[in-house]
Structure formats: structure tokens, C-alpha cells
């Protein structure tokens, strides 16, 4: 589980583009939250704050306690090692298997043959794909290889998972099973935001939505219990 804090958050880019204005929010430890908006609302650069791809002009972020503007450059691979992240566009490397694909995060981090064949085959299996491990990514469909990219985020066992447009590119069905993974993830205790322009299959799911536009945050919907969520 990890608690993500924004505090009086800015981000500027070269040139003074406002790319994010005055945040302040959290991801409470264990919860499942959406980040809505159009494109060039400030989404995914939020989501490289967290991961410190990106470092915030004013303000601070605070992960489980830790500020990351204080992070030294050797301590920022140990603080992605506990972040999931899933892109819409899957970013898999076609000259290697599903297996080999899931693995990469292990092996940068140096884990034994014995613990990443069990960790890869954990994640694969959970994903629905162990019988896929061999294959090329480019011989599955884009559902399949969105699973390997999930995969490929939880085989560290993060207490974090970042999402940015995780069904961008799949239609309606897909994206339900999608977001079914990801709730699953959740209810063992990992803390899930994602950042979707799908509003249709947002607002018929119960949990916390955060809207953004041009770098502010205009509203929130506050999480629903099961019986209030609107009904398929």
C-alpha cells in the first residue's frame, strides 16, 4: 500500500508552459482513483511527478512520507521499483517473448533465475496469459498485450500502480476486463490511480474521480458504495 501527497504542486515547462497550477490532493493507502481530463490537461504529467521522471516546479510530493524532491539521483530507481506504471501503448519489445517482456523489471533488479521464473509465471497467470509466455507480443491481440503490460508493472509487487490510458485503445469490452484487473490489484491492498478519458466506463464504476483542466483540478467525485454506482 502507498499514500501519495500533493502540496501546493506546480509544474512549468521550459518556455513557461503551466503544465499543472496549485494541486492538492491525496491517494489514500489502498485506494482506487481516476484522474479525468482532455488531452493536455495535465494527466500524464502528474503521473511523471509521481514517478520522478519530472520534478515539480513549487510544491512537494510526498510518497508513503518521503519527499520526492529530496530524492537523490541513486535513490530514484529504488522508488520506481515500488511503482507499477501501465502505458496505453504498451511499450513492448517485439524481439523478445511475453516471458522475457514480464521479466526485464527483474532482471535490472539482479533477482536469481529460481525468483524471477516464479515471480514472471505469478504475474503471467494472473493476467490470464501463462500459456502465452513463449509467444512474441506481436502475435497477440491488443487486449493480450495490454495484460502483458500489466504484468509486466506488478511483477515487482508494487504498492503502487500507475495507469495513463490503459484502454485507450481497446474497445468497450476490453476495457472492462482492463479495469477488472486492475480492481483486483486494489482489493489486495495496492494503491491504484489512473488517468482515462473514458467516461463512460468511469462513471459506472464506484471509485474516486479527480478532474483536471489546463493543470487545475476543477472537481471531484467522491467514491460511491456499490449501490450508488449508476448501473449497466
Known sequence: MAHVRFDHVSMSYPGGHQALLDLNFEVEQ????????????????????????????QGQILVDGVNLNRLRASQIPFHRRRIGVVFQNHQLLFDRSVFENVALPLRISGY??????????????????????????????????????????????????LADEPTGNLDPKLSKEIMSLFEQFNDVGVSVLIASHDLNLIGRLPYRVIGLENGKIIGERPPQTQEEAPRE
Open 112 to 161: 536469481s533465475s529460481r525468483d524471477l521464473e516464479r515471480r514472471v509465471r505469478a504475474a503471467l497467470d494472473k493476467v490470464g496469459l501463462l500459456d502465452k509466455e513463449k509467444q512474441n507480443p506481436i502475435e497477440l491481440s491488443g487486449g493480450e498485450q495490454q495484460r502483458v503490460g500489466i504484468a509486466r508493472a506488478v511483477v515487482n509487487k508494487p504498492s503502487l500502480i
Open 30 to 57: 489502498g485506494e482506487m482513483a481516476f484522474l479525468t481530463g482532455h488531452s493536455g490537461a495535465g494527466k500524464s504529467t502528474l503521473l511523471k511527478l509521481i514517478m520522478r521522471m519530472e520534478k515539480t516546479t
